[in-house]
């Protein structure tokens, strides 16, 4: 199993879950922005349920990034 260490966001609320180790399931990049994309399994509920996280280069936020908005 291939973890990320995933940090967790809900931008619309302004709540930081923190960094938290998920499962990776899957890669790909996106079509509009060219940035890496990674299918995680969600450490918040079922462990079926799947998000996606998106690698930023942000300042202050720099690396892989689910925004649960």
């Given at each position: 199993m291939t973890?990320?260490?995933v940090h967790f966001l809900n931008r619309g609320y302004d709540t930081d879950y923190g960094v938290k180790k998920v499962e990776l399931?899957?890669?790909s990049v996106c079509?509009?922005?060219g940035k890496p994309?990674?299918?995680?399994?969600?450490p918040f509920g079922l462990s079926t349920d799947t998000l996606v996280a998106e690698y930023s280069t942000?300042?202050?936020?720099?690396g892989w990034v689910c925004?649960?908005?």
């Open positions: 973890t990320l260490n399931l899957g890669q079509e509009f922005t994309l990674a299918e995680i399994r969600s942000h300042p202050g936020v720099v925004d649960l908005d």
